[in-house]
C-alpha cells in the first residue's frame, strides 16, 4: 500500500471520516526523527496516538491506541495518512521537541491569568470529555469521592467493551478508572487519610472482579489491579489503628467485611479471604471479631456444598488461628492448630511445633497418621515420609532411617542413597547395594536415580545395559561407557543416528541428525564419523537437503 493509493486498501466509511478528521485539523501534532517512523496525535473521543511507518512511499505499518477493532485501519490511521499525502513533516530530534514543547507549554501557562486559565480548561474539556471526567473525579470534593469515582471506573469498562467482550488490547483502557481511583487511594495513604484511602480502594475490586466475567486478562493486568487495591487497603487498616478513633475503624471493618461478602467473590474466593484476612486486624475488638467469626462460621457451612470445599475450608480455618493467635496467644492457637490436623497445613504447622520442642516421637506420630489421611495424595504422602526421615535422624532411629531412606530412594528421591549408604558398614553396603540394583532394574521402567546410583558406583555394565535397552541415552551418558565399552558405545550411536535419519522427514529434522553425528564424532573420533556420514550419504542420496546438511559437518 502506497500513500498514493491507500484509499484502494481502506473501508470508503472510514476513509470519509479520516478525511473529515484531516480536513477538521483534528491532528494535533505530526512528528518524524528518521523519515521512516511518523508519531501523530488525533483528537478523537479521546487523544489517540498513531504511528505510521513508511518506507520512501510505501505504508510499512500503522498503529493506533484506540480501541477500534474492525478493521486494520481506523479513522485515525486514515486521517494521519491524508496528513502524510499532504505534506509530511521535516526531520527533528524528537525528544528535543517533546522537550521545548513542554517548556513551552510552562512558559505560557505560567504567564496567564487565572480567568484565562479557566477558560481554557474548558474549552478542553468540551472538545475531549475525558479530561472533563479526569478533573471531576480529581477535584471532586471528599464527600462526592466514592460517588465519582465508582462512575468513573464504570464508565471506563463499559467504554471498553466490544460486543459485550474486552480483549486484551484494551484493558488498559478498561481499568483506567481504576487505575486514577488507586492512585487517588494511594495519595491519601501517603497523606495519612487511611479511611479515606482503604474506601477507595474498596470500591475498585468488585468492579474489575465482575469485569474478569466477561475481559481478557490474560497479561495479568486485572489482577495486577485488584491486588494493588488490597495492599493499600491493608496498609490502609493496619495504619489506622493508631490514626482512627474506634468509631471509625469499625465503620472500616464493617465497609470490609460487607465488600467480600458480596457473590462476586464465589468464583474468585481468594480475594475473598484477602479481605477477611485484612479484617482479622480488627479482631481485638470483641463486637468485630463475633461478627467476623459469624461471617467465617457461615462460609464453613456454605464449603460443604462447594465444588472445592477442602481449599474454602482450609483457608477459612487458617484465617480463624490468625484471630485466636492475635486473640487468645499461643497455647490456644496450638490447640487449635492440633484440631484440625485432617487439614494439610495445619498437620505441618504441628510437626514444626513439634520439631521445635524435639519431641520427634510426636513428630512420626503425626506424620504416619497424615501418610494415612492423605494416602490419595501423592504429594502429601511424600512430604510426610520426608518429615519422619527427619525426626528418626534428629532420634537417631538407624533402622528407621534405613527402612523409609530406601522406601524414599525408590520413590526416585536419589539424595537418600548417599544417606542410606553412609548408615551401613562397608561389609554390609555391598550387599544392600546388590539388592537396590536388582530391584531397579527389575522395574518396568528405572527412573533418574537408578541411573544415578550406577554412574556414582562405576557399574558401567549396568549403565551399558540400560543405555542398549534406551538408545537414545547413549548421547548422555557415553563418558562412562566409553572407557570400557568402545565397540558398544559405537554400535549404538550408529543405531540411534541411522534411526534417527531414516525417521527425519524436513530439513530441521536432518539438522537434528547432524547435531548426533557431531556428539558421534566427539565420542568415537573422527574416523567413524566420517564413515557414518559416507554410509548415510549413500542410504540417502535421494534426500538432496539431508545432503546439503551432511556437507557442513566439519
Known amino acids: 500500500m502506497k500513500l498514493t493509493n491507500f484509499e484502494q486498501w481502506i473501508e470508503d466509511k472510514v476513509l470519509e471520516r479520516g478525511q473529515g478528521y484531516f480536513k477538521k485539523g483534528k491532528?494535533?501534532?505530526?512528528?518524524?526523527?528518521?523519515?521512516?517512523?511518523?508519531?501523530?496525535l488525533v483528537d478523537g473521543s479521546e487523544v489517540y496516538h498513531v504511528n505510521i511507518y513508511l518506507n520512501?512511499?510505501?505504508?510499512?505499518?500503522?498503529?493506533?491506541?484506540?480501541?477500534?477493532?474492525?478493521?486494520?485501519?481506523?479513522?485515525h490511521k486514515a486521517a494521519v495518512l491524508y496528513a502524510l499525502r499532504d505534506k509530511r513533516p521535516e526531520k527533528h530530534d524528537l525528544a528535543m521537541v517533546e522537550e521545548q514543547e513542554k517548556k513551552g507549554v510552562n512558559t505560557i501557562l505560567q504567564s496567564q491569568n487565572k480567568e484565562d486559565l479557566i477558560n481554557v480548561i474548558l474549552d478542553l474539556t468540551e472538545e475531549f470529555p475525558y479530561i472533563e471526567k479526569r478533573l471531576i473525579f480529581k477535584f471532586s470534593p471528599d464527600k462526592e469521592e466514592i460517588s465519582s469515582a465508582k462512575k468513573l471506573i464504570q464508565e471506563y469498562i463499559s467504554g471498553a467493551k466490544r460486543k459485550g467482550f474486552i480483549d486484551w488490547r484494551h484493558m488498559g483502557q478498561a481499568l483506567k478508572g481504576a487505575d486514577l481511583t488507586l492512585e487517588k487511594a494511594q495519595g491519601k495513604l501517603d497523606a495519612g487519610d487511611t479511611q479515606n484511602a482503604a474506601l477507595l480502594s474498596l470500591i475498585v475490586l468488585s468492579p474489575v472482579v465482575k469485569m474478569l466475567q466477561y475481559a481478557d486478562d490474560s497479561d495479568g493486568s486485572a489482577g495486577s489491579i485488584i491486588n494493588w487495591a488490597l495492599r493499600i487497603t491493608e496498609k490502609a487498616v493496619s495504619a489506622s489503628e493508631k490514626l482512627l478513633p474506634e468509631k471509625e475503624q469499625k465503620k472500616l471493618f464493617e465497609a470490609i467485611l460487607k465488600e467480600s461478602q458480596k457473590a462476586v467473590y464465589d468464583d474468585w474466593s481468594d480475594w475473598r479471604y484477602d479481605l477477611l484476612r485484612i479484617c482479622t486486624r480488627f479482631s481485638y475488638h470483641h463486637e468485630l471479631r463475633k461478627k467476623l467469626e459469624k461471617q467465617l462460621d457461615n462460609l464453613l457451612e456454605k464449603s460443604g456444598t462447594s465444588w472445592n470445599a477442602k481449599y474454602d475450608q482450609k483457608e477459612v480455618k487458617l484465617i480463624q488461628l490468625e484471630i485466636i493467635e492475635t486473640c487468645e496467644g499461643?497455647?490456644?492457637?496450638?490447640?487449635?492448630i492440633y484440631e484440625n490436623t485432617n487439614i494439610s497445613e495445619f498437620r505441618k504447622k504441628a510437626i514444626a511445633?513439634?520439631?521445635?520442642?524435639?519431641?520427634y516421637k510426636k513428630v512420626i506420630q503425626l506424620c504416619i497418621e497424615g501418610e494415612a489421611v492423605d494416602k490419595d495424595y501423592r504429594g502429601l504422602v511424600h512430604e510426610w515420609k520426608e518429615y519422619r526421615y527427619q525426626a528418626y535422624e534428629l532420634l537417631g532411629d538407624i533402622e528407621g532411617q534405613r527402612r523409609l531412606g530406601r522406601e524414599l530412594l525408590f520413590e526416585n528421591e536419589f539424595k537418600y542413597f548417599q544417606k542410606l549408604k553412609e548408615l551401613y558398614s562397608m561389609g554390609e553396603w555391598e550387599t544392600v547395594l546388590?539388592?537396590?540394583?536388582?530391584?531397579?532394574?527389575?522395574?518396568?521402567y528405572q527412573p533418574s536415580a537408578y541411573v544415578s546410583i550406577l554412574i556414582q558406583e562405576g557399574l558401567t555394565a549396568q549403565l551399558l545395559s540400560y543405555c542398549q535397552a534406551h538408545?537414545?541415552?547413549?548421547?548422555?551418558?557415553?563418558?562412562?561407557?566409553?572407557?570400557?565399552?568402545?565397540?558398544?558405545?559405537?554400535?549404538?550411536?550408529?543405531?540411534?543416528?541411522?534411526?534417527?535419519?531414516?525417521?527425519?522427514?524436513?530439513?530441521?529434522?536432518?539438522?537434528?541428525?547432524?547435531?548426533?553425528?557431531?556428539?558421534?564424532?566427539?565420542?568415537?573420533?573422527?574416523?567413524?564419523?566420517?564413515?557414518?556420514?559416507?554410509?548415510?550419504?549413500e542410504r540417502h542420496k535421494k534426500r538432496p537437503a539431508f545432503l546439503e546438511e551432511l556437507a557442513r559437518i566439519r
Open 27 to 40: 491532528i494535533l501534532n505530526l512528528t518524524t526523527s528518521d523519515d521512516i517512523q511518523y508519531k501523530a
Open 330 to 336: 499461643l497455647d490456644e492457637a496450638r490447640k487449635f
Open 56 to 75: 520512501g512511499d510505501v505504508v510499512v505499518n500503522a498503529y493506533c491506541d484506540c480501541p477500534y477493532d474492525l478493521n486494520k485501519y481506523c479513522k
Open 434 to 444: 546388590k539388592e537396590i540394583v536388582d530391584e531397579f532394574g527389575s522395574q518396568k
Open 353 to 359: 511445633v513439634e520439631l521445635q520442642i524435639k519431641d
Open 471 to 537: 538408545v537414545l541415552t547413549i548421547t548422555e551418558y557415553y563418558p562412562y561407557l566409553i572407557k570400557d565399552y568402545l565397540k558398544e558405545v559405537n554400535d549404538l550411536f550408529i543405531q540411534y543416528i541411522n534411526q534417527s535419519a531414516d525417521e527425519a522427514t524436513d530439513r530441521k529434522k536432518y539438522r537434528k541428525v547432524c547435531t548426533l553425528i557431531k556428539t558421534y564424532k566427539k565420542a568415537c573420533g573422527t574416523i567413524h564419523s566420517h564413515q557414518l556420514i559416507t554410509d548415510l550419504r
